[in-house]
């Protein structure tokens, strides 16, 4: 029996806290620092051990996050040296053609965001859409923000919650939920995926629409590159060709071999850095390329941490929730604030089939806010079959929903740190992509969540 002790109550103060400042558009470094020190003293009651909490929170986000920091620092040492070589502009040239203004850029990227995640998920489906399409969607009159919102979308929201075709997410909650196969939980997951999805991707191109009709973002932007002539020689011409090339076979060895998550992520980053060499030995000779590879190299981790850097520090205080890192922080036995208020929330409310349908959201999206959404489907499954055994309720549907609401907020669009890898690859501030897609999950959570009373 979990019980609520005086540090889960002030971390959900100080999380409410942080959210609402992340929500009035200000910086949340020093308060989520602060957060840290408060939640450690009230934990821990020594200040020298709270100190130490602080430092030792800030490693294990750095950690988290080492994978991304450096997949994201050598895309960016590889695009800059194909901008610098003209080799972007050949390679975007091509999609111009399916990219002519912002609404079919937004579905176009969007879909191939898409069935490209389906395939081999969404963080390399990031760095080889993001590198070839984005710069074409943007050139088209589709701004950066809305390019990454579409990403995150399609790709981390979309793609990522329904998981069809790697399986990881319904493998999860259908261990934890007492499913005999995954498919019953895919199966299960269908309706609520296509209600949330597409309420969700409507509202947001909705107001795409109606913010570019407002701000007039494509006839201010439109002639930035009209009628430029490319002149390229034979070597850009070939690194225009290799690239694309390159990052189609990292597709189709992913799918073949099935790599999953970091591997996945290593075979776009080692081939990230040997199209960024080829195109400097190509462009500046092998003498002098030996200058500019490592020039390329530290512009991209000064880019890389740049981004990150805030990101680590704010995301430190989260982890404190999540039972994987709290322990590792606190080098003691915790299991992880945040899922302790779940399971404490789950046993006090009355149960029936509308009290279950609202738990299970609510649970779900407090999972998510830690910022991991596959993190959270051992406990979403769990509560499904709690949820079975006392009221009857579909344990595979009511899983279901868990397992979309959990991915929708963590997995990639609303939590700040978890937006970062598209923020970077698109160039735009990850609180300001965060904020744009939090109106249209929500309104999505809130129709979904009406479905479902009917739907389990």
């Known amino acids: 029996m979990i019980m609520l002790q005086m540090v889960h109550y002030v971390y959900i103060i100080l999380i409410s806290v942080i959210l609402l400042i992340i929500f009035l558009k200000k910086d949340a470094v020093l308060p989520c620092l602060i957060a840290i020190l408060i939640t450690a003293y009230v934990f821990t009651h020594s200040f020298l051990k709270s100190i130490q909490v602080l430092f030792n929170s800030i490693v294990i986000s750095g950690r988290e996050f080492i994978e991304i920091i450096v997949i994201i620092a050598l895309l ?4 800059k040296v194909l901008k610098d070589m003209g080799a972007d502009e050949l390679i975007i040239k091509p999609l111009k053609k399916f990219m002519t203004n912002s609404s079919t850029s937004f579905f176009v990227l969007g879909i191939t965001m898409l069935l490209v995640s389906w395939i081999i998920w969404p963080t390399p489906a990031v760095a080889f859409i993001g590198a070839i399409m984005v710069p074409a969607a943007v050139e088209s009159g589709l701004p950066a923000v809305w390019a990454a919102v579409c990403l995150s979308l399609f790709g981390n929201g979309a793609a990522l919650s329904s998981d069809y075709f790697i399986q990881a997410a319904p493998a999860i909650t259908a261990r934890t939920a007492g499913a005999d196969n995954p498919f019953d939980i895919i199966k299960a997951t269908v309706p609520f995926w296509i209600i949330m999805s597409v309420s969700t991707i409507a509202v947001a191109y909705y107001i795409m629409k109606k913010e570019l009709k407002i701000t007039n973002y494509y006839a201010s932007n439109s002639n930035k590159k009209k009628d430029e002539v490319i002149k390229a020689g034979l070597g850009t ?57 490592r020039k390329y190299i530290v512009e991209g981790f000064i880019f890389g941490i740049k981004v990150f850097a805030p990101i680590i520090i704010i995301s430190a205080f989260f982890f404190l929730g999540s039972k994987e890192t709290a322990s590792v922080i606190f080098q003691a036995e915790v299991n992880g604030f945040l899922t302790d208020i779940g399971i404490y929330i789950s046993n006090k409310i009355p149960l029936n089939k509308i009290s279950a349908v609202i738990m299970q959201t609510g649970i779900s999206a407090l999972l998510g806010v830690g910022g991991s959404g596959f993190a959270g489907l051992p406990l979403v499954g769990t509560l499904a079959q709690v949820f079975n055994k006392a009221i009857g309720i579909n344990k595979y549907k009511i899983a279901s929903l868990g397992q979309i609401i959990t991915i929708w907020i963590g997995g990639g669009t609303i939590i700040p740190w978890s937006v970062v890898p598209i923020a970077a690859v698109c160039d735009v501030e990850p609180f300001e992509l965060a904020r744009r897609n939090i109106i249209p999950i929500l309104i999505g959570i809130i129709i979904t969540v009406i479905f479902s009373i009917v739907l389990v």
Do not use: E, Q, R
């Open 76 to 79: 960016n040492s590889m695009s």
């Open 237 to 293: 011409k070939f690194i225009a060709f290799l690239t694309p090339v390159s990052f189609l076979i990292d597709m189709f060895f992913i799918y073949k071999y099935k790599l999953k998550g970091g591997n996945a992520t290593a075979l776009i980053g080692g081939t990230s850095i040997i199209i960024m060499v080829c195109a400097s030995i190509i462009k500046y000779n092998l003498k002098n390329s030996l200058n500019h590879v």
